[in-house]
């Protein structure tokens, strides 16, 4: 008897889906929404990690499904929208608003009464001086400062730092003044 090799992939990929697979995706997809909606009718939330070491102060809210890593100082009246990510050190001051599903990277500075749009990525070390709002989507970059309102899904950033083009045992005795 011959042995028939069958290339499993290429048939696969060759036929197309049939009503009958259709119609189980579409029902697998439906109990899936109407599972989740279940289970927020029961009274069940996703869980948020906001860890110890961080310094909340009164009237503070914190969303669902957020992710808030150490040494955070947020201060009074402040709110973090739902599945925002904190990394490390960042600075929230009083009054200000997160909005949902934003990334705020280390040591971001966020001042006074400043609005963050849902959706937008604050890389490390960025400063949002007071009352400034920030657009819904945007991507704020390292070390950059914020002193005005921006437009949503606007990209702010600094140019790369670049060589002086001298060693730097040259540079630390201009530095000492030991020329």
Known sequence: MAKTE???????????????????????????????????????RFVSYVHSSNDVYEKGSVGENCFILERQTTNYDCAIG??????SGCHIGDGSRIGDN???????????????????????????VHHVKIGARSFIGANALIASDTAEGAVHVIEPTQ?????????????????
């Not at 060589?163 to 020329?179: E, P, V």
């Open 82 to 87: 739902d599945n925002v990510v904190m990394w």
């Open 6 to 44: 069958v290339n499993v992939s290429a048939v696969i990929d060759a036929g197309s889906l049939n009503r009958y697979q259709i119609g189980v995706f579409f029902l697998c997809g439906l109990f899936l929404i109407m599972d989740g909606f279940d289970v927020q009718s029961m009274g069940y």
């Open 163 to 179: 060589a002086i083009g001298m060693d730097s045992m040259r540079f630390l005795k201009l530095l000492r003044h030991d020329i």
């Open 102 to 128: 934003c990334f705020l990277g280390s040591h971001v500075v966020v001042n006074g009464f400043v609005e963050v749009g849902a959706g937008s990525y604050l890389s490390s070390n960025c400063t949002l």
